[in-house]
């Protein structure tokens, strides 16, 4: 059962996202009583909506491709692990020709449909694996936020990229210090703070590396 509107409205309403205030997502003012209210309403125990947040990484680079549109002009763009899909609402506001946002998570697929709706832009979101989107369908550019923080996940998923990049995607890695980012075959481009929930990171702030696959 996903949220209803009222819980959302309550416990995550929408609200312009830091660093890119031109995009309005759900988010969370308190993530903890979120999960509580929701996990009363429906009656089970639910996974922790990491979905009413907007991650530091997606932040910086939501806001990079909105400083930077010729990244996405006329592509057709994947973001991986989209989240509440506010990195793919970026690439469709500033001009992709195209986008499709994938999470495995179902009620975050839920709540990207309703912010990308809220941001009167059309986006083809997936209930579904990163790496088999990844590998079953082409893409101009594939944008990767926070990903890397589960060793065997992130393996696959760096495999299923240099694929895709051998295939011809361009890859843009956002990455706020996950322990498993690869080591080798990046390419910094941009560095920038952002700021996080303590509640959930331990600190206020990280610093996000934006990345090209070399």
């Given amino acids: 059962m996903h949220p209803s509107c009222h ?10 996202v830091t660093g890119c205030p031109r995009i309005q997502a759900h988010q969370a003012t308190d993530l903890f009583a979120l999960w509580l209210a929701w996990e009363s309403e429906c009656g089970v125990v639910r996974d922790v909506p990491y979905w009413a947040l907007v991650w530091p990484a997606a932040q910086v ?14 592509k057709g763009v994947l973001d991986c692990g989209c989240g509440g899909g506010v990195t793919a609402i970026a690439a ?15 009620t975050a697929v839920v709540i990207a449909q309703g912010n990308a709706a809220a941001n009167q832009i059309a986006i083809d979101f997936l209930c579904q694996d990163v790496t088999e ?10 944008l990767v936020a926070d990903l890397f923080y589960q060793k065997e996940f992130s ?16 890859i843009l890695i956002a990455d706020s210090g996950r322990p498993f ?8 481009i941009h560095a920038q703070s952002a700021d996080t929930t303590f ?14 696959l070399r």
């Fill in 181 to 188: 980012l690869p080591k080798e075959g990046l390419i910094e």
């Fill in 61 to 74: 680079l939501a806001a990079y491709i909105s400083a930077h549109p010729s990244l996405v002009l006329g």
């Fill in 7 to 16: 819980l959302l409205t309550r416990f995550a309403p929408l609200a312009p």
């Fill in 155 to 170: 393996r696959l998923l760096y495999e299923a990229l240099q694929e895709a990049h051998r295939q011809g995607s361009e």
């Fill in 92 to 106: 469709g506001l500033n001009g992709a020709r195209c986008v499709t946002g994938c999470d495995l998570d179902a």
């Fill in 199 to 212: 509640d959930v990171e331990g600190c206020w702030s990280r610093t996000v590396r934006l990345y090209r």
């Fill in 133 to 142: 989107c990844i590998a079953t369908r082409r893409f101009d550019l594939i």
